[in-house]
């Protein structure tokens, strides 16, 4: 309780995939997304649970079943995101590379994409697309990649040495990236391709993500 710090409930699971680590990270390493009406929590053993705000599981989907060889050995730490009525899940490693789109009510996968047997800990990012359609942004060390939520369709594409930890972020019509220090690309309603606004090399990030 935000008033009382008082806990109002808590659940644990059963990993179905691995739950090997770095000592310096955690299987918790993803952080939990919500659109006010839903809790969506992803673990770096791949599984997903959906619950509400008074902590009743509505979904389980074990990832790891699906991608068997997704993961490596310091761990997993992109966050899901929300997206429209889709939860987007990114896990790049030198194994199963995958994105996939959930539906948030059911449970049920809408597409899936594979993507680059890279290590990458960046999370995805909800955007607007081109026309206004709700999109989820996708970086990982070779560029970034825009999809449709809803179908997974690729929107626009930019290849760009990008860092792998860091996240993007949003502000207004920028995008800010850990690319060459920091990075800021004008996207937006009626962008079909990005532009670059400005470049810093002297903002350089480590670690963590701008805001």
């Not at 902590?55 to 990832?63: K, T």
Request: hydrophobic share 35%; with cysteine.
């Amino acid at each position: 309780d935000v008033v009382t710090g008082k806990q109002l409930w808590q659940r644990d699971f059963w990993a179905t995939g691995r739950t090997y680590t770095h000592p310096s990270s955690s299987v918790a390493a993803p952080t939990p997304a919500s659109d006010g009406k839903h809790i969506v929590a992803f673990f770096s053993s791949n599984d997903l649970a959906c619950l509400d705000l008074d902590g009743n599981l509505l979904w389980y989907r074990a990832l790891a079943l699906d991608f068997q060889k997704a993961g490596n050995d310091i761990g997993m730490s992109s966050s899901p995101t929300i997206s429209g009525e889709v939860v987007v899940v990114q896990a790049e490693n030198q194994g199963n590379s995958f994105a996939t789109g959930i539906d948030i009510h059911s449970g049920r996968e809408l597409w899936r994409t594979t993507r680059g047997n890279l290590a990458n800990w960046a999370s995805p990012i909800a955007i607007d697309g081109p026309s206004g359609q709700p999109a989820v942004l996708l970086q990982s060390p070779t560029g970034i990649t825009a999809y449709e939520s809803k179908s997974g369709k690729v929107l626009w594409e930019m290849e760009l040495s990008c860092g792998t930890i860091p996240s993007p972020t949003i502000a207004g019509d920028l995008l800010l990236l850990n690319s060459n220090g920091t990075t800021a690309l004008r996207i937006g309603k009626g962008v079909t391709q990005p532009t670059v606004a400005w470049t810093s090399n002297r903002l350089g990030m480590n670690g963590a993500s701008p805001i």
